[in-house]
């Protein structure tokens, strides 16, 4: 299975504090995109990096990429309450696959 | 901006019973996905579609499972005879491009399978 890992599973920290959550993968991937989902709605699209990327930003997020170790990682800085969530990485498989594999995600609580 | 839209967002049947799970992508997306999520657990692809047809499927997508788009703007999820296992928050997403770029998902409809 391509299906990615994020680590941790939970990660509860204080306002204004950086989170970092990890996403580990199986096969070659094309992108590789990061997506949160507030309790139970649907997913909302953050950030793509590409596999020829190393690292990406979109104001407080940080991306990085490296496909030497098959990983990801997803940096928020100065995190507020409003950005307690669910954190998902998903990956395409290289070859002009359709299918997009979500991670198994990252519990997110930002305390005020 | 855009949205993908889904209807109902709650639905409750008795087993055995035939559903379909309505969505209206974006509409100058190409692509369409549809997803499910068993409550807090992870995001499992079910099919893409793509040019009338299926282009992948998971092994989820068994024959109770199919996909149509009936016009030029609604994409549906026909589930046969549902199973209890069934229950779980349905995804419908589209993309412009497809090939592991965004997908822009709806709001999801809770299937409850009694």
């Known amino acids: 299975s391509q299906q990615g890992e994020e680590d941790p599973q939970a990660l509860s920290i204080q306002e204004g504090e950086n989170a970092t959550m990890n996403c580990s993968y199986k096969t070659s991937i094309n992108n590789l995109q990061w997506y949160r989902q507030n309790s139970g709605r649907g997913l909302v699209h953050l950030i793509l990096i590409r596999s020829n990327e190393r690292e990406k930003h979109s104001g407080r997020l940080r991306v990085t990429l490296d496909t030497s170790k098959k990983s990801s990682s997803l940096l928020i800085t100065a995190s507020r309450a409003a950005d307690t969530a669910s954190y998902f990485c998903a990956t395409d498989l290289a070859g002009g696959y359709q299918k997009v594999t979500f991670g198994t995600g990252t519990k997110l609580q930002v305390i005020p | 901006e855009p949205e993908v839209t889904q209807t109902p967002s709650h639905q409750v049947t008795q087993m055995g019973q035939e559903v379909i799970l309505r969505c209206v992508p974006i509409s100058n997306h190409l692509y369409f996905y549809w997803y499910r999520q068993i409550l807090g657990q992870k995001v499992e692809f079910l099919v893409s579609?793509?040019?009338?047809?299926?282009?992948?499927k998971s092994e989820i997508f068994d024959d109770q499972f199919s996909v149509e788009r009936p016009d030029g703007s609604n994409f549906t999820l026909k589930i046969r005879s549902t199973k209890l296992e069934d229950s779980a928050m349905y995804f419908c997403?589209?993309?412009?491009?497809?090939?592991?770029?965004?997908?822009?998902f709806g709001s999801g409809t809770q299937l409850s399978v009694l």
């Open positions: 997403a589209s993309s412009l491009t497809g090939g592991g770029e965004k997908l822009f």
């Open positions: 579609f793509y040019n009338n047809e299926i282009s992948e």
